[in-house]
């Protein structure tokens, strides 16, 4: 198709349509049933997926989370940017540290090939294993912890889940660097210290930002999972709350959420990544 | 006088999986203080390996390297290379590129003067306009430019330059040429060059080393080159010796590849057809545009 005016806005918006549009025509919707007097005796829902709630009742139901985003009426009744907020915070600090661990563990790993083949397989046999079965497991590591055992237990899992991107693509980029540079650094005769400021992690920094980009989207995977399992108020808590009490309206409202703000996350990353570019 | 670089017996062995092999085998060479030598030779004779070993970047097997009266080990900043690529750190600017070196070796001096010695040089490499650009933003040969103020600003004991102009087309390589020998002219250093262009070699050195092929290469001729400085591109290939001293260089490499396509051929039976198994013929790198015109004033001096 050629391109039109504001192709940009319609295009995406047609595609929109069409999905909301298939989700109406799959949802249930209420139906009174009334006895022969006209009375009203019960009610059913109806549709291909009976139980799943329509738009008009998705929206509806998540009116006062929308309207009133920073709403707080109680621990597991917040507007939902309040909620989104406490995740975004839980999430920030176990990005942190997965940053702080896998970074400098992503360069040993690039200038030691021993040190590669000694982990190499540890990390290759941890890397694929699922938040839902860290997060027991960091329950436990804190279980001396008290009340704090669970929010340190989540730190825990995003931390190891979302370090693997950074570590396995700051080790890439060292390897990467090119000799030519390293010459200039030897014939400068560089410190240790300069040689890694001035040469080594500039070169890496490229490399280095996309692991950063991709642990991001990791960690707020994981979010879910973590806040699912240990009952913390954010969005990944409010939606499991609201499915045990059985409002499935809102559970579409938190899939959106979390969607538009990793949808945001990765569009700040890139943005930040194409900054350290260098030729 | 004693001479001031010595390279004594130097060797270089590789190990390959067929046992090991000499690249280089005891090279001799002695340069005088303030002279400009350069190493000729077939790509892979080992003449890159030579000026590596020399900057401290390739391990020596055997022999060893003098340089000012003290035997070298490793690489330092008393030396300057100019790399066949300009080796310039893409995230700095060419400023940055040269202060980096400048900071190490001057840091007893204040920033000031360190940044008055980078400004200097690049200026008189003719980057006074663009000294504050990111490599990406500079043609080739300016960001060689940079590569040759980068080597002069250490003030180095010496120079090492690893076909510098390799890479650029003949235009900017006379530029080049021009700023480094002015460059040469003025501070005094001992330089050794490696290249496989004999023009180039003619119109910058005191002596040609031409080296044999490798491996074990070694010293085959030397020739004196002994054109009047300050040298001028076309009063050089004007002087009557430079027609001479240019066929006996091609001579030499010419010699030297029939030389090794005589072993292959030996080597393989039967011999195998010479154009799918001999090296290129010897390249002189003859750029026809500026050529053309010295080899006419010579017929008419003629």
Same mark, same amino acid.
């Not at chain 2, 004594?8 to 390959?16: A, R, W």
């Not at chain 2, 090991?20 to 005088?32: E, G, R, S």
């Given at each position: 198709?050629?391109?039109?005016?504001?192709?940009?806005?319609?295009?995406?918006?047609?595609?929109?349509?069409?999905?909301?549009?298939?989700?109406?025509?799959?949802?249930?919707?209420?139906?009174?049933?009334?006895?022969?007097?006209?009375?009203?005796?019960?009610?059913?829902?109806?549709?291909?997926?009976?139980?799943?709630?329509?738009?008009?009742?998705?929206?509806?139901?998540?009116?006062?989370?929308?309207?009133?985003?920073?709403?707080?009426?109680?621990?597991?009744? !917040?507007?939902?940017?309040?909620?989104?907020?406490?995740?975004?915070?839980?999430?920030?600090?176990?990005?942190?540290?997965?940053?702080?661990?896998?970074?400098?563990?992503?360069?040993?790993?690039?200038?030691?090939?021993?040190?590669?083949?000694?982990?190499?397989?540890?990390? !290759?046999?941890?890397?694929?294993?699922?938040?839902?079965?860290?997060?027991?497991?960091?329950?436990?590591?804190?279980? =001396?912890? =008290?009340?704090?055992?669970?929010?340190?237990?989540?730190?825990?899992?995003?931390?190891?889940?979302?370090?693997?991107?950074?570590?396995?693509?700051?080790?890439?980029?060292?390897?990467?660097?090119?000799?030519?540079?390293?010459?200039?650094?030897?014939?400068?005769?560089?410190?240790?210290?300069?040689?890694?400021?001035?040469?080594?992690?500039?070169?890496?920094?490229?490399?280095?930002?996309?692991?950063?980009?991709?642990?991001?989207? %990791?960690?707020?995977?994981?979010?879910?999972?973590?806040?699912?399992?240990?009952?913390?108020?954010?969005?990944?808590?409010?939606?499991?709350? !609201?499915?045990?009490?059985?409002?499935?309206? !809102?559970?579409?409202?938190?899939?959106?959420? %979390? =969607?538009?703000?990793?949808?945001?996350?990765?569009?700040?990353?890139?943005?930040?990544?194409?900054?350290?570019?260098?030729? | 006088?004693?001479?001031?670089?010595?390279?004594?017996?130097?060797?270089?062995?590789?190990?390959?999986?067929?046992?090991?092999?000499?690249?280089?085998?005891?090279?001799?060479?002695?340069?005088?203080?303030?002279?400009?030598?350069?190493?000729?030779?077939?790509?892979?004779?080992?003449?890159?390996?030579?000026?590596?070993?020399?900057?401290?970047?390739?391990?020596?097997?055997?022999?060893?390297?003098?340089?000012?009266?003290?035997?070298?080990?490793?690489?330092?900043?008393?030396?300057?290379?100019?790399? $066949?690529?300009?080796?310039?750190?893409?995230?700095?600017?060419?400023?940055?590129?040269?202060?980096?070196?400048?900071?190490?070796?001057?840091?007893?001096?204040?920033?000031?003067?360190?940044? $008055?010695?980078?400004?200097?040089? +690049?200026?008189?490499?003719?980057?006074?306009?663009?000294?504050?650009?990111?490599?990406?933003?500079?043609?080739?040969?300016?960001?060689?430019?940079?590569?040759?103020?980068?080597?002069?600003?250490?003030?180095?004991?010496?120079?090492?330059?690893?076909?510098?102009?390799?890479?650029?087309?003949?235009?900017? /390589?006379?530029?080049?040429?021009?700023?480094?020998?002015?460059?040469? /002219?003025?501070?005094?250093?001992?330089?050794?060059?490696?290249?496989?262009?004999?023009?180039?070699?003619?119109?910058?050195?005191?002596?040609?080393?031409?080296?044999?092929?490798?491996?074990?290469?070694?010293?085959?001729?030397?020739?004196?080159?002994?054109?009047? /400085?300050?040298?001028? /591109?076309?009063?050089?290939?004007?002087?009557?010796?430079?027609?001479? +001293?240019?066929?006996? +260089?091609?001579?030499?490499?010419?010699?030297?590849?029939?030389?090794?396509?005589?072993?292959?051929?030996?080597?393989?039976?039967?011999?195998?057809?010479?154009?799918?198994?001999?090296?290129?013929?010897?390249?002189?790198?003859?750029?026809?545009?500026?050529?053309?015109?010295?080899?006419?004033?010579?017929?008419?001096?003629?």
């Amino acid at each position: 198709m050629k391109p039109f005016k504001l192709d940009w806005l319609i295009l995406p918006l047609i595609g929109a349509l069409v999905v909301i549009g298939a989700w109406h025509l799959l949802a249930g919707k209420k139906v009174v049933v009334k006895d022969a007097e006209g009375n009203v005796t019960s009610e059913e829902r109806v549709g291909a997926i009976a139980a799943l709630p329509n738009v008009k009742e998705t929206w509806e139901s998540s009116k006062p989370y929308v309207m009133e985003p920073f709403a707080h009426r109680g621990e597991l009744d !917040q507007g939902i940017l309040r909620f989104t907020w406490l995740s975004l915070i839980l999430v920030a600090k176990g990005y942190f540290i997965a940053l702080l661990i896998g970074t400098p563990l992503g360069f040993f790993l690039g200038l030691s090939k021993a040190f590669t083949k000694m982990t190499d397989p540890i990390i !290759q046999v941890l890397r694929p294993v699922s938040p839902l079965a860290w997060l027991p497991l960091g329950m436990v590591l804190f279980l =001396g912890a =008290g009340k704090n055992a669970s929010d340190l237990a989540a730190l825990f899992t995003i931390a190891i889940c979302a370090m693997w991107p950074t570590v396995l693509n700051t080790a890439v980029g060292v390897r990467a660097i090119p000799q030519d540079y390293l010459n200039v650094a030897k014939v400068l005769k560089l410190s240790r210290w300069k040689t890694l400021t001035k040469v080594m992690i500039p070169a890496t920094l490229p490399y280095m930002f996309t692991g950063f980009r991709l642990s991001l989207g %990791i960690a707020w995977l994981v979010i879910v999972a973590a806040e699912m399992l240990t009952g913390r108020p954010g969005v990944g808590g409010f939606l499991w709350q !609201q499915y045990n009490a059985l409002i499935y309206e !809102q559970i579409i409202l938190c899939i959106l959420m %979390i =969607g538009l703000v990793g949808f945001v996350l990765d569009r700040l990353m890139s943005v930040v990544e194409r900054r350290f570019k260098t030729a | 006088m004693s001479d001031y670089v010595q390279l004594s017996n130097l060797t270089k062995i590789y190990p390959t999986p067929k046992g090991p092999v000499a690249v280089v085998k005891d090279f001799n060479l002695n340069i005088k203080k303030g002279e400009f030598v350069t190493l000729i030779g077939h790509s892979g004779c080992g003449k890159s390996t030579v000026l590596s070993m020399l900057a401290g970047l390739n391990d020596i097997t055997g022999g060893g390297i003098i340089l000012a009266g003290k035997e070298l080990t490793g690489a330092a900043p008393d030396r300057g290379v100019v790399f $066949q690529s300009p080796c310039l750190l893409p995230w700095m600017t060419a400023f940055e590129n040269v202060k980096l070196g400048v900071d190490q070796v001057f840091y007893t001096a204040d920033k000031e003067e360190r940044e $008055q010695i980078v400004e200097y040089y +690049l200026t008189v490499v003719g980057l006074g306009d663009s000294m504050h650009k990111k490599p990406a933003e500079l043609s080739q040969g300016m960001r060689q430019r940079v590569g040759i103020a980068r080597a002069f600003a250490l003030s180095p004991k010496m120079l090492l330059l690893d076909e510098p102009f390799g890479m650029l087309d003949s235009l900017t /390589r006379y530029e080049l040429q021009q700023v480094l020998i002015e460059l040469w /002219r003025k501070d005094k250093k001992t330089a050794l060059m490696v290249t496989h262009d004999v023009d180039e070699a003619l119109f910058l050195s005191d002596r040609i080393v031409c080296m044999t092929d490798g491996p074990e290469a070694e010293v085959g001729d030397i020739i004196e080159v002994n054109f009047p /400085r300050p040298r001028e /591109r076309k009063a050089v290939m004007e002087h009557p010796d430079y027609y001479p +001293l240019r066929e006996r +260089l091609i001579e030499f490499l010419e010699i030297h590849a029939h030389k090794n396509k005589h072993k292959q051929a030996a080597a393989a039976q039967p011999p195998a057809p010479s154009a799918t198994v001999t090296p290129p013929p010897p390249k002189p790198q003859l750029p026809l545009p500026v050529n053309a015109p010295a080899k006419e004033s010579l017929l008419h001096s003629v």
